[in-house]
């Protein structure tokens, strides 16, 4: 099949790079300019363990390419599949422009004379009813009566973890298919053909939602893990200790990685998807008390493992921060713990040097550019290399993920916030 990709962000370029190594023919679309050139080029413009060679050996296999403007492109396509940022907008509602410009970029492109219509797939995380309310009309519009002729509309939402988006999308927990109807829809279906994982084929509105689910889910065994850790910490209790007995009750389903105590959550989906919900909730009056705590108890253990790691440190002295992304093996500082941990040493009068080896101010691209230099605008003094991290005289060594083993230090004392032991 042809397949077009809309967003060459981490979703959509992992979808391009795996879609195109099963044999099938993808087109990226991306207003990014320097997104674009990366893929014609045989690169990856994300960072993400795997990636380039999937899209090196696919594009030299002339199965991948990238344009920044649809043109043609959609008329012998069978499939659409939309990747585009649905962020968090000043009220904590997800921020719906860029979904609206792709879908009337979609429609204008598509050929009312079309003889097998196209399955426009949307992976974006939206708010349930936005493809029966807002997308779907945008189609009609354009395209009238022809519109349920020539277009399949679905929702299929992703569950990729960054640094481990290969194995993930190959090895998903489960798959969701959602339609208009509630029907199966082929095209997805041959789409995912050879992934073995539970289908959940659903309505629109049910698949719209499994991912505000899943995330606010994760987020609440976050801060709950969290809330349980200071609690032991502030009282001399072995955390670790407390977390090995809880997880070992398997029968409840219960995830070593989201409730080990450690660091805050972050990244570019949590956040955004619970502050959603929490809209969501407060729109339809579900009094949703929980989903309110989540970002308060995320901010208070931010602060709490801020004032952890300068207790009895004197403003001036000299810190290395090891981990500034939201988690190892990925280029992602969107809403990352770490920026805030950096922001916070910064404005108390530490002198700061970060080390992470995935980041380097020349790939930092698109939102994650924005964000980076919007909290951290000094962010290109701030990096150093791994000779100067482990050569350094630091009055102290903090450490937000594994990268910390990776490293020779000079300063014996280190602090690893990514777990309390």
């Known amino acids: 099949m042809k397949i077009a990709i809309f967003g060459m962000g981490y979703v959509g370029c992992t979808a391009a790079a795996c879609i195109s190594s099963q044999g099938h023919t993808v087109v990226g679309v991306d207003v990014s300019v320097q997104k674009v050139e990366a893929i014609k080029a045989g690169r990856s413009p994300i960072h993400e363990p795997g990636i380039d060679e999937l899209i090196a050996s696919a594009h030299a296999e002339g199965r991948l390419t990238a344009v920044t403007e649809i043109g043609d492109e959609l008329d012998d396509a069978d499939i659409a599949i939309v990747c585009v940022g649905t962020p968090s907008g000043a009220d904590g509602a997800h921020n719906m422009t860029y979904i609206v410009q792709v879908t009337r970029a979609i429609a204008a492109a598509i050929k009312p004379d079309r003889t097998k219509p196209l399955t426009v797939a949307f992976r974006s995380t939206m708010r349930p009813g936005t ?56 095209n997805m279906e041959a789409l995912h053909e050879g992934i073995e994982a539970p289908i959940f084929h659903a309505g629109i509105r049910e698949a719209e939602i499994t991912k505000f689910v899943d995330n606010t889910w994760h987020a609440v065994k976050v801060a709950f893990a969290n809330e349980v850790g200071r609690v032991c910490q502030q009282l001399e209790i072995s955390a670790k200790k407390v977390h090995e007995i809880f997880v070992s009750d398997t029968k409840l389903n219960i995830s070593p990685y989201y409730t080990r105590p450690g660091g805050a959550f972050g990244g570019s989906c949590l956040p955004k998807d619970v502050r959603a919900l929490q809209h969501i909730a407060a729109d339809v009056g579900a009094n949703a008390h929980l989903f309110d705590s989540l970002m308060r108890s995320n901010d208070a253990h ?35 713990p770490a920026v805030d941990l950096a922001r916070k040493l910064l404005e108390s009068g530490y002198e700061l040097d970060v080390y992470d080896p995935a980041l380097t101010t020349d790939s930092l691209i698109g939102q994650n550019l924005g964000y980076a230099y919007a909290y951290l605008p000094t962010i290109s003094t701030l990096l150093v290399d791994k000779d100067k991290a482990e050569k350094g005289d630091y009055a102290v060594v903090i450490s937000t993920n594994r990268l910390i083993k990776t490293l020779s230090l000079k300063s014996s004392n280190v602090v690893d916030i990514s777990s309390i032991a």
């Open 131 to 186: 493809t029966d309310q807002i997308i779907l009309p945008i189609f009609q519009s354009a395209l009238g009566a022809a519109a349920e002729d020539v277009v399949e509309l679905v929702y299929n939402p992703e569950f990729l973890r960054e640094a481990t988006a290969i194995e993930d999308y190959f090895h998903p927990p489960k798959i969701v298919l959602g339609t208009l109807s509630g029907e199966p829809s082929a």
């Open 302 to 336: 931010k602060h709490h493992q801020f004032s952890f790691v300068t207790q009895g440190l004197e403003p001036g002295a000299k810190v290395l921060l090891v981990g500034l992304a939201f988690k190892a093996d990925t280029d992602d500082v969107r809403e990352s």
